[in-house]
């Protein structure tokens, strides 16, 4: 069973940044894409970021350009780099890992921009 967990959340101004890490208890080599998904209350969790076992990455419009996700083999960590935060960037942002036979999720981290 791949534990995921997620950090780096917290409490950031309009402007600021925060760096989300996605601690995998497996090597994270393993699996075919790791993803960023987020969910704002009252909204439907969506995709946010995306970087394959090729390390191609793909980002949903509205972060383009400020977010970067990228991965440490080493850690077994993905990161999500996060910039210029907007308070429509406020929602519980969750890890995912597509393996050979399913998907893992982490438990989710609270991103709230306010000033």
């Known amino acids: 069973q791949v534990r995921l967990v997620e950090s780096g959340g917290g409490l950031v101004q309009p402007g600021g940044s925060l760096r989300l890490s996605c601690a995998s208890s497996?090597?994270?080599?393993?699996?075919?894409?790791w993803n960023w998904y987020r969910q704002a209350p009252g909204k439907e969790r969506g995709l946010v970021a995306t970087?394959?076992?090729?390390?191609?990455?793909n980002y949903t419009d509205s972060v383009k350009g400020r977010f970067t996700i990228s991965r440490d083999n080493a850690k077994n960590t993905v990161y999500l780099q996060m910039n210029t935060l907007k308070p429509e960037d406020t929602a519980v942002y969750y890890c995912?890992?597509?393996?050979?036979?399913?998907?893992?999720w982490g438990q989710g981290t609270q991103v709230t921009v306010s000033s």
């Open positions: 995912n890992a597509v393996g050979p036979w399913r998907s893992y």
């Open positions: 497996e090597s994270i080599g393993v699996m075919f894409s």
């Open positions: 970087i394959s076992r090729g390390d191609s990455t």
